[in-house]
């Protein structure tokens, strides 16, 4: 057993909640708050590097903290699908983190100490939920992420954005507590074990019946992964400071639903047992009609954040058919998909908020010749624009390409043509944004007004960004290593 890095898994849960006193107490002195949110969050990252360089020499880490009832244990373990998950939002915390600086600062927002100690909340909760070792422990995380992103989805504290937040706790505890903890006590009744087990934990001769219903509430009760008709808290968030919506968009919220899905898919129902199940190919049809619906949805919204949303709902879609589809290709498809979308999105939530800042403009259709005052910001939507779509020389090609193979290796063609339909209909509502702002057509203003680009600490977070897109595309590989052996995890043993 390694000590040392048992210690670092606490830490990544642990420093933040640290943080949040030490943001309340420097609350007066914004660059020493700001400084101690930068300081935290880079701690937390070089733990997680730390740990993930010892999953990859083959080190086991666990850690128990405490046992309710015999099999109800609040514990972390370190594999490879919750490392991926951990390594994405520690960085994207980082980088998020410099970038709010920049926006709230230049937005001259309010309350910005709440709005920091809440951020550090949601870190601490992302990290216990992606090295949760059983879903009791993943349940607990999961509904505090919800609690402490309410505050930053109502930050503005105007009546939009209260409305917002009620639809947005209303839908995300409403569905965890009616289908997600139902779905929980159902496994714990019908396999006795809450742990997460390679292969699964439903034995041979079960009913597939039963296991199929459990399957359905689970997909309906973890909220967070959007799937329509429970989609609506997403867009109803879009009431929250740009930086909000890039950390629930791109990380914490939206990844922790998907990363929940795929992890239940994976090491609760195995993929073993998954195409037996009788709900199985209602669901996948379900994720298949939100994903093009949504994307339909997308391209009637002026609003971009509004747009931005609902292709985030999209692009979930993709990673809940990819655990579903219940095949290496799809799992590491969906995998790999959670870092790729994760980069792309919180680009372009990132310039979306950058143009807010420097123009004061939220609407697609205002955007003709922006390319010329904000020639970083638009140059950034564009790539990040295209790993979205999921062409070349951007990382979401990748994933795309895995899920295809998952749908032509399980002979699924009409989820193949969602994912081809919906890959178009990303070109028809984002492309169309760049293209625009630097080719605006006749008696638009061009280059004569000079440049007006957000603050530069923004700036710099969504160059970090847009080049993780395109190193996504041109390196691959640890991502992919990582994925693949998500399903050559070996059995972890549960010896305190």
Request: with cysteine; charged share 10%.
């Amino acid at each position: 057993m390694n000590h040392s890095l048992e210690l670092l898994l606490q830490l990544t849960i642990i420093l933040p909640l640290l943080a949040t006193l030490a943001i309340l107490a420097t609350g007066k002195h914004p660059n020493l708050r700001e400084a101690v949110t930068i300081s935290i969050s880079l701690a937390v990252l070089y733990c997680v590097i730390n740990l993930y360089q010892g999953l990859s020499a083959g080190e086991s880490i666990e850690v128990f903290w405490w046992q309710l009832l015999p099999g109800l244990e609040v514990s972390f373990v370190v594999e490879p699908l919750g490392m991926l998950f951990a390594l994405i939002a520690s960085f994207l915390w980082l980088i998020t983190t410099l970038y709010a600086i920049g926006y709230m600062r230049g937005h001259g927002e309010e309350n910005q100490t709440r709005f920091y100690l809440c951020f550090a909340l949601a870190i601490s909760a992302v990290m216990g939920l992606a090295f949760s070792a059983n879903l009791f422990t993943l349940f607990i995380f999961y509904e505090v992420l919800t609690l402490s992103t309410y505050p930053l989805v109502t930050h503005a504290g105007t009546e939009k954005a209260k409305q917002g937040g009620r639809v947005y706790l209303g839908i995300l505890l409403g569905t965890s507590i009616a289908f997600f903890l139902l779905a929980i006590i159902l496994t714990w009744f019908v396999a006795g074990t809450l742990d997460f087990t390679p292969g699964g934990v439903f034995g041979d001769n079960v009913d597939t019946s039963l296991v199929g219903a459990i399957l359905v509430l689970f997909v309906f009760g973890i909220g967070k992964a959007a799937i329509m008709p429970f989609h609506r808290w997403l867009p109803a968030a879009m009431v929250a400071p740009t930086p909000v919506s890039a950390l629930l968009h791109a990380v914490a919220v939206v990844k922790a639903g998907v990363f929940t899905i795929l992890k239940v898919c994976v090491f609760i129902f195995g993929i073993e047992l998954l195409p037996t199940l009788p709900t199985t190919e209602f669901l996948l049809y379900l994720a298949g009609a939100s994903v093009l619906l949504a994307s339909i949805v997308a391209m009637r919204q002026d609003n971009l954040k509004a747009r931005l949303a609902y292709s985030t709902v999209s692009q979930l879609g993709y990673i809940t058919i990819g655990a579903l589809l219940a095949t290496s290709s799809g799992v590491i498809g969906s995998s790999m998909h959670i870092a790729t979308h994760a980069f792309g999105k919180i680009t372009l939530f990132f310039c979306a908020g950058a143009i807010l800042v420097a123009t004061h403009k939220s609407k697609v259709s205002e955007m003709r010749g922006l390319g010329f005052t904000m020639p970083v910001t638009m140059a950034a939507f564009f790539i990040a624009s295209l790993s979205i779509i999921g062409v070349p020389p951007a990382g979401g090609t990748w994933s795309k390409w895995f899920l295809l193979m998952g749908t032509i290796e399980t002979g699924y063609w009409v989820i193949m043509m969602v994912l081809m339909v919906s890959s178009l209909l990303n070109i028809a509502y984002l492309l169309p944004i760049p293209y625009h702002a630097f080719f605006p057509g006749k008696g638009h203003p061009t280059a004569k007004t000079g440049i007006k680009e957000a603050p530069m600490v923004s700036l710099i977070a969504l160059s970090i960004t847009t080049l993780g897109c395109l190193i996504l595309f041109i390196y691959p590989q640890p991502l992919y290593e990582l994925a693949k052996t998500i399903l050559t995890v070996p059995g972890v043993s549960h010896g305190h």
